[in-house]
């Protein structure tokens, strides 16, 4: 008789974006005649870069072509695309990775999900609160944490490594050693980055300690400020400690397309086997590769018109974020995030619970937000708001906002 993985009923069913999703329809149904602004969604809405749309057609058109048809994609992913990479995301920045040591994937949520098969479930996992709960989520699955507590509003198991104001919403280096590291930097929800000297910090811990850190830099593309490091290999001593998921979703309008990719360097090695050879062994059997089509897309950012292009994207998306950040700075409220992130993160007023505030928000304003405690227990009393918006769209809700 077949058995269910009970560690999958661990999680709690009411997912955060359903409960929004619900919440939202039932009031524009009780209310036909009010606008409702969504400023909640953590996905793009600007359309693909033209060099990104040539590259589709061109690559569409070679699948047509006898001598130029593609089949499955090598494990790795092709080596136009992890030499662009290996180039433009981690040379140009001082990063010493190599092509064969990328992994190119089909998103960093599979990546983020799936990297923790590799480490044994005995292993006790260390995640910011609050973050994506991709990291936590995943490793329930795996069986690497306990129940949850409803009360505490976490995974008994797990080492939640608080992020509030005090710290600027990064970490302190936790007292209990983990064996796994998740830091999400720029970090979605809050929008807080890490500066360099203090990644290095975590660079230094995780080596003395024989911790695997886990770093997702999904938003690197945002980062405006100087000491903000956008990967972790630009950290003397990463090589032996890091791994590195990053994604084309938010950084070129990837989100319907899918792209990613892993980077796992070969000096990385746990219980003196190397981790690239594990990762390797997943992707020839449990991954699919990424499309041929998507990779040439892929290539398409890193061409000279491609970044231009991009670049100007990203800078639109931080436009709408310096709209909300001024606006709820000018109407009183307690604002981060917002300058190397499309994220904005709010104390909510009157120490309201998130989800009260999504109510008065929704009601009041008819402006949909995300409710910061759907991203862990450090997140109550907090709310996100994202940049992703349509321009007059984010202008009319920040007016609503400061009129309430
Ligand atoms: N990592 C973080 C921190 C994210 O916020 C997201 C998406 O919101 C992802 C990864 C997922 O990226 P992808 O679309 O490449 O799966």
């Known amino acids: 008789m077949a058995k269910i993985n009970q560690n999958y009923l661990k999680l709690p069913g009411s997912y955060l974006f359903s409960t929004i999703g619900k919440k939202v329809k039932e009031f524009e149904a009780q209310n036909p005649n009010k606008q409702v602004i969504r400023l909640g969604i953590g996905d793009v809405t600007q359309p693909l870069a033209p060099s990104i749309i040539k590259a589709l057609h061109g690559a569409v058109d070679e699948m047509g072509q006898e001598e130029t048809f593609k089949g499955y994609a090598p494990d790795l992913g092709y080596e136009f695309l992890r030499k662009a990479i290996s180039e433009y995301d981690y040379k140009a920045r001082g990063c010493a990775i190599e092509p ?12 983020c999900g799936n990297i923790q098969e590799i480490f044994s479930t005995d ?20 069986g690497r944490t306990g129940v949850y507590d409803a009360d505490q509003q976490c995974f008994n198991g797990v080492i939640y490594m608080p992020c509030d104001a005090a710290s ?53 593309a945002y980062i405006a400020e100087a000491d903000v490091p956008h990967s972790i290999y630009e950290c ?42 594990l990762w390797t062994r997943r992707h020839g059997t449990k991954f699919n590769g990424a499309p041929y089509i998507v990779q040439r897309a892929g290539e398409a950012v890193y061409s000279a018109q491609g970044r ?51 109510d008065h928000l929704l009601t009041k304003a008819n402006v949909v937000g995300t409710p910061g405690s759907g991203f862990g227990p450090h997140g109550e009393h907090y709310f996100r708001l994202t940049a992703f918006g349509n321009r007059e769209k984010t202008i009319e809700a920040v007016e609503r906002i400061k009129k309430l």
């Open 123 to 142: 292993n006790v996992i260390a995640v910011c609160d609050p973050v994506y709960p991709v990291y936590v989520d995943s490793n329930v699955m795996a």
């Open 168 to 220: 600027g919403f990064a970490p302190e280096l936790p007292k209990q050693v983990p064996d796994m590291i998740y830091l999400c930097f720029p970090n979605n929800p809050t929008g807080a980055v890490m500066t360099k000297a203090r990644l290095q910090e975590w660079v230094d811990y995780a080596n003395k300690n024989g911790s695997v850190i886990l770093y997702d830099s999904a938003y690197e």
């Open 236 to 277: 003397a001593g990463a090589r032996t400690c890091a791994i590195e998921c990053r994604s084309f979703s938010k950084t070129a309008g990837f989100t319907g397309l899918r792209l990613g990719y892993t980077v796992v360097p070969k000096d990385l090695k746990v219980e003196g086997t190397a981790l690239h050879s």
């Open 100 to 111: 064969d040591e990328i992994f190119v994937s089909d998103g960093a949520k599979s990546d």
């Open 308 to 358: 231009k292009e991009i670049e100007e994207q990203i800078a639109w998306y931080m436009g709408n974020a310096k709209i909300i950040l001024e606006g709820l700075k000018e109407a009183g409220f307690e604002v981060s995030g917002g300058v190397n992130a499309p994220y904005i993160w709010l104390k909510t007023p009157d120490n309201m619970t998130s989800w009260e505030f999504f």
